[in-house]
Each structure stands twice: as structure tokens, then as C-alpha cells.
């Protein structure tokens, strides 16, 4: 009768019951007394079903090769961007390498992958087929005469596809048959017969010393021996496919004695024989040693090796291309849980590529995993880097992280540049001897870079979108052809995941782009074509009338018509009108259009635009840079400043960045002035307001490159960027002839006019002050409405008090350095350091008669909070 599996009434009577009842306890004592009964009985009547429960039960727990994931992580259902969740690494798959049985889920199929609770999913799987013919045991082959016993043995091993189980049911067969005391079997591994690498032909123990009470779970526990291909006895057989019958092992030279050392048995007699496929091919190796009763093998006993060793070929064969079978379908199976997983989600390019980095090092088990995209706009160079490293997995940062780091480890440009450009694979098994490898990018870094694995990330269109590149393989091992196959597989899915993320990125953008552009129109309109006529007929005072010269020019006494004319007296001095061949009434109108897409606020409005063109104009006549920077540069800078804030709604790039809004969507840096550029840009295609029709394609590509530069250069963050370059340019000694350090001057010029108000008078300074605080409490009211936080001091109403040390923050850390590193450009500019100054002593004497001076740590927190908020 059959051992029972684990759905039958025993099964569940023992395991439903707390204690056993006499009856069970007895039997169990007699088990225990009697094992070899035991194990006779299971080796005969265990079904496959039974033995592969009882493999899965007492399954030892995995390495840390492939068991990257806790329990935490695994239970994390839904991201799948942390830590991948699948217990399998790569290095399973290549051949012989999977040790771990196919197992049956409920409905039959079979699986690799874990539960939810991290444990592998087993179940019930289908019954064994009805009437499976059971082996005999060992008294009943013993009675056979050699013809019954070899067709007995043949029969019991014609079924068995499983490698390492039909291994050792062949060393105790033959072992039975030809009397010997134990026996090992060798398997080919590798394509190549010489050489060295993971390619190179060896023999590889699958299992060794098999004696007639060895089962299969022990010899498991061995470790493999490889023998190198022509090595040794064994190694002889397999290279010259001839059989090697020794009476007395010691006395050939070709034996290893070290085997008999470490193991403390003693080899005598020894029989080896190649192990052939139906085509002759050599496939292994099987040795007996020591025939009982100390004497020689014959040559019946060569005979009879021979014939059973041919049908084991055929069965070793099978069970062959079952194994890569089972292991194809295992190989399917994760690549459509890594499609699925990169495809789950795809709500950004980080999330995608955080999946992709952290799946690909788990699978590959290697140290490093680069992501690099390329630039759409230049072939070979990339857009972005993004990396991943094994140590990433531990503390906390690796628990709860959901994206990539950017650009950490140097990119090895001549590998990845190669492989962006002709779109093959790269695989370095030494990288300091690869001629493309640049050694420089482990100078200082404490890593060292030994094996490369890189490979071309394609979208469906067969377009080269990236490069995936794997480092040092874990065991300092080389990447294989297994490895290569896997990534090369999971790129197809990566560029697709990655090209679906672009393409929903693009769509995000350009919802969030229409709903900004509806907001915008449904507040503005461009300007009437009455209004530009009406203006047209106005007479234009001259610039000395206006005081557009004056660095203290004050518009307190305009009105809004007079600043438009004023703006076109600016245009018709500086040549521009006549040399960009500008029809008059389109300026007119397309200046009415900027003063009316700005909104009423309390300062970022159209008056402020109109004073920072003045000053522009002011420095650009006064200093004669209009020489430097050319008719080209000098509309950019005047358009630029005319547009810099247009459509300002009175908050910050902070304001928008907590607020979610449209605009933060599209602009993740510099929010409001890439906004402020689109908005002239679109102003500037409007029909009737298109100053720039007249001029060439490539003038109108360089002037809107330019106004783009001059609208984010007043982003303080930017000034705070290039600041330090633009001083050391100076005291160096500037040539302006240079196109980054004219670059620079025309970045710095716009910061110095946006903020020019600091310069000013004193009752226009303060004026301005007032109107800058009261623009940002109206910020921080908001914050603290809207978001439920404390604003900073800069634009918290209840620090109102400490205006004039932000103020003096504000011109010591902001102002003065940048005015001064212009006075020492030219000496006309020395009245705008001057009136500086002025102002500096004017808020001191405010402070000091509130108080407010000393306070000692005041001045930084002023200028963090001034620099936050873009003060004037």
C-alpha cells in the first residue's frame, strides 16, 4: 500500500490531532527501531507527489544570493518599486542550476514565484498517474538473472526525468549490477573542449560516492567537484570517449590521490566509462570503485557497464530537455512578472527606472545597475543617469525609497557611448584590459570596477532610448550568456515601459499645459487694434525729456499710456525699430499686449517690468554695451526684461510647488520664469503683436533663445548658480568677446536690473520695500489659510517688524556684491553702488531706532529669507 500524500485521512488525521493515540505511537516506535524497513519501503512505494512535499517541507532557507527580500518588503503589496519580491536570481538559470523542484499551485500549475507571505506556493498539484508502476526492492532485483535485472533497471529509469534523481537511481543500479562498493557520475558542462572562463568544457560531479544506502538528499549536501576537461581518469574518458578498467588504482599515474586523503576511504579497483548520447556525443562520465570481495572488474562486467550506460544516455538525454523545458518555462514566467511589474504602473520616468534598477540587480546579482537615457536632441550623449547599487537594499533610506539616485558613480562614457552608438552588447569579463574601459572613473571613489554587462534599451520602433549597464557580478564572477539573454529579454520590456512613461509624462504636460493656457486666456486678451492706432498718433517725448538716462528714474508720475511710449522711445534709440524692420503699429500693439497680460498685483505688475527696461536701457546707453552686445542681444535683453514676470499671480515658485498647481506640473525648476517666457513667446506669435515677422529664421531661433536666458536668469536661484563664476571672470579680466562670459554678463545685467529699486532714492526704495512686503504677507496669509503652515519670516505678517534687517540681509548678502563687481566694469555704474549704500544706512538707522540692532544671527536667517523670496 502506498505511502499516503498529504490530502489523504492520514495525513490529516495527524496533522489535525495534538498527540498521536496509542495505536499511531507504537507503529512510530517500531519505524524508528527499523530504518533500514523505512527506508527500503519509501525508496519503493513513496510516490513523486509524496517526495516532493516532503523536499518542499524541509527545504533549508536560500542564500543571501537570492533571498534579497524580507518579509516587510514582500508584504508590501502595490509599489513593487522598493525591493523586488520574486526569491530567484539569474544564476538559477543556468544549466544544472535550478535545484529547487517545479512545485503545483491549487489549479494545477506549476510555479517558481512566492505567496503573498513570502513563502513558496504549493499545492495539492495533480495525483499521480493511476497504476504508476512502483520498484522493486532490493531482495526481488537480487533474484533476477543479468537480462531481467538489466531490462529492470532500464525500465526503472526510462521514466525519470528529473537530472539528479535519475544520477543517482543510475550509480546504485550499476552499483548493483556490477557488485561495486560505490560510484560517482560526472556531467559535461560548457561548449568549448580547451580553454578558460564560463564557457570552457569541464566535468562536474552531480553526484559523488554514491554507496547502495546513500539517498539522495545526503549526496546532495556534497559539494560539486569540476575536473577540468582531459584531467585526471575521469577527464581522459571524457575527452577520448574510451573506458578505463584499473585493478589496482594506486598504480596509475592518472589517479588523484587527494580524494582518498580528504574522504579517508581507500580506492583499489576503479572502473570509468563514457556516458554517450544517440549521436556519440560524450555527455558524462560514470566510475564503480572497489568490486566486493577485493577483485578486479572484467571485461562481462566492461560489457554489462557498456549496455546499461547506453540507455542511460538516452534517459540523461531527456531528462535534459525536460530540465531546459521546465527551465524556459520558469525563464517565461519571470519575465512576464518583470513586464508586469514594470508595466503596473508608469506615472513617472523615476518610478519606471527605480522598478527596472532594482528588479535587474536582484535577478542579475551584481553591484551596480546603471540606467543611462539618452538626449533626444544629440545622439551619444544622455539626458539623465540613474543608478542603483546592492548596498542600497539595507537601512532605512532602502526601505521606504521610491526613486533612483541621480548621476552618483561616473559613467564610463567609452563603454555606454559605444553601446548608445552601434547598439551592441558589451560584455568584459576584465574590465582594466578592455581598451573602451577609462580607469580614471575609479580614481578617489574606493570601487573597482571588474566585470562589465551593458546593453542598448530600445523602444517598440527599434529606436535606441537608453543603455542599461550592470557591474561586478557578485563571487566576482563573469556575466554569462544566461545573464545576457535575461537583460537583454527584460530590455525589451524596459524600452517599452520607458518610451509609454515619456509618452504619459508628455500627456500630463500637455493637459497641465492647456489648462494654463485656458486659465490665461480667460483673463487676458490682447490688445485692441484701436488702442494700438489711438497710441500710434501719440507723440513720443525724447528719452532726456522722459529721464530714461537718469538711474533714479522714478515712474511714480506717469501714467500707464506715457510708460508705453516711453517703452517705444527706448526701441527707436537703440536702433531696433528700423534694424529688425518692426512695423510701428504692430509695437505699439504688441506692447499694449505685455502691459495687459500683466495682472493687478501689488508689485510684480507692469510697472515693475517698465522699471527694470529703464535701468537695462539706462546701463546698456550709459556704458556703451550696446557696442558689446550687438543690435541681437540688445532686443533680447529689452524684450526680456519688458516680459520677465509676465503674468506673475503675487507668489513664489515655493507657492506653487506647495500648491500643486498647474504650473509646478509643467516646470519642476524655475516654475514662474519658464512661465513668464512662455507667455512672452505666445504673445509674441499672436496675431498683430508679431514684432519679430520681419526678421531671419535663424535671427528669430537666436533672439527667442536669447529672451529665454534673460526670463530665467532672474530667478535668484540661477543668480545664486552663476555668480561665483561671473566673479572670478572679473578678477581674472572679462573678454566679452567670448560668447560664455558674454553669456554671463548679459545673466548678471538682468539681476541687476530686477533689482535695481535697491539703488534708487531712498523714498523710492522704501516705497518699493513696502510694496514687496505687502505682496509677500499676502503670500504668507495664504500659506497659512490654504496649507496650514507657518510662513518664513520674510512673508510672515507677523514679523512685519523685522523688515529692515531683512532688508540690510538682503543688500549685504544679494546686493552689494553684484552692484560692486559692476562698478569695477565701469566706473559710470559707481552711482548705483553708491545709492546701495545710501539705502543700507538708511534701513540701519530704522533698526537701530527700533531696537533692532544687535541680534546676532538675525542677518542670516534675513538673508535665507529675502534669497526664498526673491525680495527687492
Known amino acids: 500500500m502506498p505511502i499516503e500524500g498529504p490530502g489523504s485521512q492520514t495525513g490529516l488525521h495527524r496533522v489535525q490531532r495534538n498527540c498521536y493515540d496509542p495505536e499511531y505511537a507504537r507503529m512510530e516506535s517500531w519505524l524508528d527501531e527499523h530504518q533500514d524497513f523505512v527506508q527500503d519501503y519509501f525508496i519503493r512505494k513513496a510516490t513523486r507527489q509524496v517526495v516532493d512535499a516532503w523536499l518542499v517541507s524541509h527545504a533549508t532557507p536560500t542564500s543571501s544570493s537570492t533571498e534579497l527580500v524580507s518579509p516587510t518588503h514582500a508584504s508590501r503589496g502595490g509599489s513593487g518599486a522598493t525591493t523586488p519580491v520574486r526569491k530567484i536570481s539569474a544564476h538559477e538559470f543556468e544549466r544544472g542550476g535550478l535545484l529547487k523542484p517545479m512545485v503545483s499551485t491549487v489549479d494545477g500549475q506549476t510555479t517558481f514565484l512566492t505567496g503573498t507571505d513570502g513563502h513558496t506556493v504549493v499545492g495539492t498539484g495533480p495525483s499521480p498517474t493511476p497504476g504508476r508502476r512502483q520498484r522493486r526492492s532490493r531482495n526481488e532485483l537480487r533474484q533476477l538473472d543479468e537480462k531481467e535485472l538489466i531490462f529492470e533497471l532500464v525500465k526503472d529509469i526510462c521514466n525519470e526525468l528529473d537530472v539528479r534523481s535519475l544520477c543517482h537511481k543510475i550509480l546504485q543500479n550499476v552499483s548493483m549490477l556490477l557488485h561495486a562498493d560505490r560510484g560517482s557520475l560526472f556531467l559535461v558542462e560548457g561548449a568549448r573542449e580547451e580553454g ?134 520558469k525563464r517565461n514566467q519571470v519575465l512576464l512578472d518583470l513586464a508586469r511589474m514594470i508595466f503596473e504602473e508608469q506615472s513617472t520616468i523615476e518610478h519606471v527606472v527605480f522598478r527596472i534598477l532594482t528588479h535587474t540587480q536582484s535577478l542579475i546579482q551584481c553591484q551596480r545597475v546603471q540606467v543611462l537615457l539618452m538626449h533626444q536632441a544629440s545622439k551619444g550623449s544622455f539626458s539623465r543617469v540613474f543608478d542603483f547599487e546592492a548596498a542600497d537594499l539595507n537601512g532605512e533610506e532602502g526601505e521606504s525609497r521610491t526613486s533612483p539616485h541621480e548621476s552618483r558613480f561616473p559613467v564610463n562614457v567609452g563603454i555606454t557611448g559605444y553601446v548608445s552608438t552601434t547598439g551592441e552588447t558589451v560584455s568584459i569579463p576584465r574590465a582594466y584590459e578592455d581598451a573602451r574601459f577609462d580607469p580614471r572613473v575609479d580614481e578617489g571613489t574606493g570601487f573597482k570596477h571588474k566585470t562589465i ?294 545673466a548678471m545685467l538682468m539681476t541687476v536690473c530686477d533689482l535695481a529699486a535697491i539703488t534708487k532714492p531712498w523714498d523710492v526704495e522704501k516705497r518699493v520695500a513696502e510694496l514687496v512686503s505687502s505682496e509677500f504677507f499676502e503670500q504668507g496669509d495664504m500659506e497659512r489659510e490654504e496649507f496650514n503652515i507657518t510662513p518664513i519670516d520674510l512673508m510672515n505678517r507677523e514679523k512685519e517688524d523685522q523688515l529692515p534687517l531683512m532688508q540690510i540681509g538682503f543688500i549685504d548678502s544679494i546686493c552689494l556684491p553684484i552692484y560692486e563687481a559692476f562698478a569695477r566694469l565701469s566706473e559710470k555704474l559707481q552711482s548705483l553702488v553708491e545709492g546701495v549704500n545710501k539705502n543700507r544706512e538708511m534701513w540701519m538707522d530704522i533698526a537701530a531706532q527700533q531696537r533692532l540692532l544687535p541680534a546676532e544671527g538675525v542677518e542670516k536667517d534675513s538673508n535665507d529669507n529675502v534669497a526664498a523670496g526673491k525680495s527687492v
Not at 229 to 255: E, L, M, Q
Request: glycine content about 4%.
Open 453 to 746: 554587462l551593458c546593453m542598448a534599451i530600445k523602444n517598440s520602433s527599434g529606436q535606441i532610448i537608453g543603455v542599461i549597464q550592470l557591474v561586478n557580478k557578485f563571487d566576482d564572477l563573469p556575466f554569462t550568456k544566461n545573464d545576457e539573454n535575461f537583460v537583454e529579454a527584460f530590455a525589451i520590456f524596459c524600452g517599452m515601459g520607458i518610451h509609454n512613461t515619456h509618452m504619459y509624462e508628455r500627456a500630463v504636460v500637455a493637459i497641465a499645459k492647456q489648462s494654463v493656457t485656458l486659465e490665461v486666456l480667460s483673463y487676458h486678451a490682447t490688445a485692441s487694434l484701436e488702442d494700438a492706432q489711438r497710441l500710434r498718433k501719440l507723440r513720443v517725448a525724447s528719452a532726456a525729456h522722459l529721464r530714461l538716462h537718469d538711474f533714479s528714474f522714478d515712474d511714480i508720475n506717469m501714467d500707464d499710456d506715457q510708460t508705453i511710449a516711453a517703452c517705444m522711445r527706448m526701441f527707436l534709440d537703440l536702433d531696433l525699430v528700423e534694424r529688425f524692420h518692426m512695423d510701428y503699429e504692430v509695437l505699439c500693439r504688441w506692447l499694449l499686449s505685455v502691459k495687459k497680460n500683466y495682472r493687478n498685483v501689488t508689485y510684480h505688475n507692469w510697472r515693475h517690468a517698465f522699471n527694470v527696461a529703464q535701468m537695462m536701457f539706462a546701463i546698456l546707453t550709459a556704458t556703451q554695451w550696446w557696442k558689446i552686445f550687438g543690435e541681437v542681444e540688445c532686443l533680447a535683453l529689452i524684450i526680456g526684461c519688458l516680459c520677465h514676470d509676465l503674468d506673475h499671480r503675487g507668489t513664489n515658485n515655493s507657492f506653487q510647488i506647495k500648491a500643486s498647481s498647474p504650473l509646478a506640473q509643467l516646470y519642476s525648476t524655475s516654475t514662474m520664469e519658464h512661465h513668464h517666457f512662455d507667455q512672452c513667446v505666445m504673445i509674441l506669435n499672436s496675431p498683430g503683436n508679431q514684432v519679430l515677422a520681419n526678421v531671419s529664421p535663424d535671427e528669430y531661433s537666436r533672439v527667442i533663445r536669447l529672451v529665454e536666458e534673460a526670463i530665467l536668469s532672474t530667478d535668484l536661484a540661477v543668480y545664486f548658480r552663476k555668480r561665483g563664476a561671473f566673479f572670478n571672470t572679473i578678477s581674472q579680466g572679462p573678454n566679452f568677446e567670448l560668447n560664455d562670459q558674454r553669456e554671463l554678463l548679459r
Open 196 to 329: 578558460y572562463g564560463p564557457s570552457a568544457r569541464t566535468l562536474v560531479s552531480k553526484l559523488f560516492d554514491v554507496c547502495s544506502k546513500s539517498t539522495l538528499m545526503e549526496m546532495e549536501k556534497k559539494d560539486e567537484i569540476r575536473i577540468p576537461w582531459g584531467t585526471g581518469i575521469v577527464g581522459y574518458v571524457a575527452k577520448s570517449g574510451d573506458p578505463v578498467n584499473i585493478p589496482d588504482a594506486y598504480k596509475d599515474a592518472r589517479f588523484n590521490h587527494d580524494i582518498d586523503v580528504r574522504t579517508g576511504y581507500r580506492t583499489r579497483a576503479l572502473l570509468c566509462m563514457p556516458i554517450k548520447d544517440i549521436n556519440g556525443d560524450v555527455i558524462g562520465v560514470a566510475q564503480v570503485i572497489n568490486k566486493r570481495g577485493d577483485t578486479p572488474f572484467t571485461e562481462q562486467d566492461e560489457k554489462v557497464f557498456s549496455s546499461y550506460l547506453q540507455f542511460c544516455g538516452i534517459g540523461l538525454r531527456n531528462a535534459h530537455l525536460y530540465e531546459k523545458s521546465q527551465l524556459e518555462i
